[in-house]
């Protein structure tokens, strides 16, 4: 079921703040900040890039840096010439964090040239960091939206995640479970079920969710859950009905789940979107 293992991000929504587009000619750091990740392309020129961990690597051709954490780094020009650079801050709703950092990397690096969709859809974004036109945010998030949808596509095709929704996702019999509980996130679903659709006994399904998770298959599905009802808040729909689509009997036991996940009520969360 690979065509569908993406299927669980369909909903993702990231906004993307570009904040330098040009050439850059001395050190930049970027540290800690409240921003939730970082977007970089190097169009052209080299960078020596400074990592978390203290570890330095040379990036000699054009390249994404994605971090999916706002962690500390520094990028140094090679060239007296300078590195041609875009770089976006990115968001996430707290939902999203919630099953997208546990899915990926802290930071990838993927040269550009071997995989031209990617390129394809960077080449879109420097036409918009190039122009300051109308719309240009609105385009810049929904094209990194694109970009970041793609990196996880290269993750799960490399087959080299070990643990994470994407490694999830890319077992044949966890990802069953977990696309079917994704279009139907209404329907009671129960340990059982989920272990039937995946062709496993419950007690091996359990094991082997939480093995490649990191957490178990009721803390998924109550993170799914409140995920969606953030979605349905932020457009206006009641605190009733969202609960009925979120898969709650009622707007109390929404309210209880939501809360322990997000810290506050869904009236609360409504009023401060």
């Given at each position: 079921?690979?065509?569908?293992?993406?299927?669980?991000?369909?909903?993702?929504?990231?906004?993307?703040?570009?904040?330098?587009?040009?050439?850059?000619?001395?050190?930049?750091?970027?540290?800690?900040?409240?921003?939730?990740?970082?977007?970089?392309?190097?169009?052209?020129?080299?960078?020596?890039?400074?990592?978390?961990?203290?570890?330095?690597?040379?990036?000699?051709?054009?390249?994404?840096?994605?971090?999916?954490?706002?962690?500390?780094?520094?990028?140094?020009?090679?060239?007296?010439?300078?590195?041609?650079?875009?770089?976006?801050?990115?968001?996430?709703?707290?939902?999203?964090?919630?099953?997208?950092?546990?899915?990926?990397?802290?930071?990838?690096i993927l040269p550009l040239e071997p995989d031209r969709r990617i390129k394809s859809a960077l080449d879109l974004l420097f036409q918009e960091a190039d122009h300051?036109?109308?719309?240009?945010?609105?385009?810049?998030?929904?094209?990194?939206?694109?970009?970041?949808?793609?990196?996880?596509?290269?993750?799960?095709?490399?087959?080299?995640?070990?643990?994470?929704?994407?490694?999830?996702?890319?077992?044949?019999?966890?990802?069953?479970?977990?696309?079917?509980?994704?279009?139907?996130?209404?329907?009671?679903?129960?340990?059982?079920?989920?272990?039937?659709?995946?062709?496993?006994?419950?007690?091996?399904?359990?094991?082997?969710?939480?093995?490649?998770?990191?957490?178990?298959?009721?803390?998924?599905?109550?993170?799914c859950r409140v995920n969606l009802a953030e979605r349905l808040l932020r457009s206006g729909i009641p605190v009733k009905q969202v609960a009925h689509q979120a898969?709650?009997a009622n707007a109390s036991a929404l309210a209880r789940a939501f809360k322990q996940q997000t810290g506050m009520t869904p009236g609360d969360y409504r009023d401060?979107?």
């Amino acid at each position: 079921m690979r065509s569908d293992a993406l299927s669980v991000f369909d909903h993702l929504s990231i906004r993307a703040s570009l904040f330098f587009a040009g050439r850059l000619c001395s050190g930049a750091d970027f540290a800690l900040t409240e921003t939730d990740g970082y977007l970089h392309v190097l169009r052209s020129g080299s960078l020596l890039v400074e990592m978390p961990a203290g570890q330095s690597l040379l990036i000699d051709r054009p390249s994404l840096l994605f971090y999916s954490l706002p962690l500390k780094h520094r990028f140094t020009p090679v060239d007296p010439a300078g590195a041609d650079l875009v770089c976006s801050s990115l968001s996430f709703t707290k939902g999203d964090r919630e099953l997208f950092l546990r899915a990926i990397p802290p930071y990838v690096i993927l040269p550009l040239e071997p995989d031209r969709r990617i390129k394809s859809a960077l080449d879109l974004l420097f036409q918009e960091a190039d122009h300051n036109d109308a719309g240009q945010q609105l385009l810049l998030s929904r094209l990194s939206e694109v970009v970041v949808i793609q990196v996880m596509r290269h993750l799960l095709l490399s087959g080299a995640l070990r643990e994470g929704l994407l490694a999830a996702m890319s077992d044949v019999q966890l990802s069953r479970a977990l696309t079917a509980i994704n279009e139907r996130l209404s329907h009671p679903w129960t340990l059982n079920e989920a272990a039937q659709l995946a062709g496993m006994s419950r007690t091996k399904f359990a094991q082997r969710f939480k093995e490649t998770l990191g957490y178990t298959f009721g803390d998924h599905l109550q993170r799914c859950r409140v995920n969606l009802a953030e979605r349905l808040l932020r457009s206006g729909i009641p605190v009733k009905q969202v609960a009925h689509q979120a898969g709650y009997a009622n707007a109390s036991a929404l309210a209880r789940a939501f809360k322990q996940q997000t810290g506050m009520t869904p009236g609360d969360y409504r009023d401060h979107e």
